[in-house]
């Protein structure tokens, strides 16, 4: 279990690319789950805030992935 935490805690130090994959990937994750909780209850207020979470993890990707005006992103600027 220990090995397991300090391949978790590795991969969030030192992989600032995965981290934003990672949260991609829970932001697709987030609109499936509202589209299966939307077509199975009918209910549209948890949906919607769902996609609204996704909506801001994709702005937040886009915030460290975009460059700015000189051409560099914020993510290059991160040390590794």
Do not use: Y
Request: charged share 10%.
């Amino acid at each position: 279990m220990n090995s397991i935490w300090a391949a978790i805690t590795e991969f969030f130090t030192g992989n600032a690319g995965g981290v934003l994959a990672l949260v991609m990937l829970a932001a697709i994750a987030l609109v499936i789950g509202a589209f299966v909780l939307w077509r199975r209850t009918g209910e549209a207020k948890q949906p919607v805030l769902m996609v609204l979470l996704a909506l801001i993890a994709v702005a937040n990707v886009l915030i460290w992935t975009v460059p700015d005006g000189s051409g560099v992103a914020p993510i290059e600027q991160v040390p590794d």
